[in-house]
């Protein structure tokens, strides 16, 4: 069965600074693909970015931009020039057959 | 727009009642619809998958037949909490898969907070 692991429950970093969050998995399959999801107070679950496993380029979405390392099992999440509406939890999520989420970081953005 | 409509988004019930809650995808056909439980401060936790036109696929500790799920269509799953209790209080999220196009697409419902008395 896939585990996605996220070992840091809470981090906070000062507006406009860059702040990395990271994520581990562990699956058999080659081939799948990983999210990062975005939930504000309002529990609107929002997708943030998205890679492919087979896709050896980094995906990128504006601030967004993911480090990803299949053979480490590892995909970070780098957010540059943090915003204050960047305050948030984040879950790291996995998809095969089904969609597994990681046990979330709570982002503070201080002003 | 949204492109998943989960109702109600509040609901709140009396214990030994039964509630359904609905998922909807609007502009796509979801083959697969999952169904997540989080409780405050934590992550979602799958609770079922659901296929179109077969049984729910129940994750390990989940009972069937207290949480009934029903994909009758490609546009629609329910999940209905039978003879609630109060400590099936919680939120509750849908997730369909849109199939179409070469990219995996996930659409989430806004969800549904229940509150069993």
């Known amino acids: 069965a896939q585990t996605v692991t996220q070992s840091q429950p809470e981090m906070s970093v000062q507006e406009a600074e860059t702040v990395t969050l990271s994520c581990t998995y562990d699956?058999?399959?080659?081939?799948?693909?990983l999210f990062w999801y975005k939930q504000p107070p309002s529990r609107q679950m929002i997708l943030v970015i998205r890679q492919e496993a087979y896709k050896q380029q980094n995906a990128t979405e504006n601030r967004f931009s993911v480090n990803f390392q299949k053979a480490a099992k590892s995909f970070s999440l780098k957010i540059s020039d943090s915003q204050l509406g960047d305050t948030a939890m984040y879950f790291c999520?996995?998809?095969?057959?089904?969609?597994?989420f990681g046990t979330g970081t709570r982002l503070t953005i201080i002003p | 727009g949204a492109v998943v409509s989960q109702h109600p988004s509040w609901v709140i019930c009396k214990s030994g009642t039964s509630v359904k809650i609905e998922c909807r995808s609007l502009?796509?056909?979801?083959?697969?619809m999952f169904w997540y439980r989080q409780f405050p401060k934590q992550s979602l936790m799958l609770m079922a998958t659901s296929n179109e036109g077969s049984k729910a696929t129940y994750e390990q500790g989940v009972e069937k037949d207290k949480f009934l799920i029903n994909h009758a269509s490609l546009t629609l799953s329910t999940l209905t909490v039978t003879s609630a209790h109060p400590e099936d209080s919680s939120f509750y999220i849908c997730?369909?898969?849109?199939?179409?196009?070469?990219?995996?697409?996930?659409?989430f419902g806004s969800g549904t907070q229940l509150s069993v008395l």
């Open positions: 999520a996995f998809i095969d057959e089904k969609l597994t």
């Open positions: 699956t058999s399959e080659s081939n799948y693909y």
């Open positions: 502009d796509f056909q979801a083959t697969t």
């Open positions: 997730s369909a898969r849109d199939p179409g196009g070469a990219d995996e697409k996930l659409f």
